[in-house]
């Protein structure tokens, strides 16, 4: 069975940086686009970054130039470089395929921008 574990979630302040990790086991993330997924209460999760097995990247436009998506296959883990972090990007993150997600959600890390 597929998990994913995602972390370094926390409290910044505007402005500041987080780096998010998702670690994936059950399955060996090198064939696979990978993607990171928001969602704050009440809403839909939200697709904000991908990464193909090339290595090739797209981001949803809210946070182009402010994150970076990058992946370890060898360590089976997919990385979120977060900067100029907006009140608007609390959420809870999550890992899972890009493009074509499967059910097996981690529990997401929470980041919360605030003053």
């Known amino acids: 069975q597929v998990q994913r574990v995602e972390s370094g979630g926390g409290l910044v302040q505007p402005g500041g940086s987080l780096r998010l990790s998702c670690v994936v086991s059950?399955?060996?993330?090198?064939?696979?686009?990978m993607g990171w997924y928001r969602q704050t209460p009440g809403k839909q999760r939200e697709w904000v970054a991908g990464?193909?097995?090339?290595?090739?990247?797209n981001y949803v436009d809210s946070v182009k130039g402010r994150f970076t998506i990058s992946r370890d296959n060898s360590k089976n883990t997919v990385y979120l470089q977060m900067n100029s972090l907006k009140p608007e990007d609390t959420a809870v993150y999550y890992c899972?395929?890009?493009?074509?997600?499967?059910?097996?959600w981690g529990q997401g890390t929470q980041v919360t921008v605030s003053s």
């Open positions: 059950g399955s060996a993330i090198n064939i696979y686009s």
């Open positions: 990464i193909r097995s090339s290595g090739s990247t």
């Open positions: 899972n395929r890009w493009l074509a997600p499967d059910n097996y």
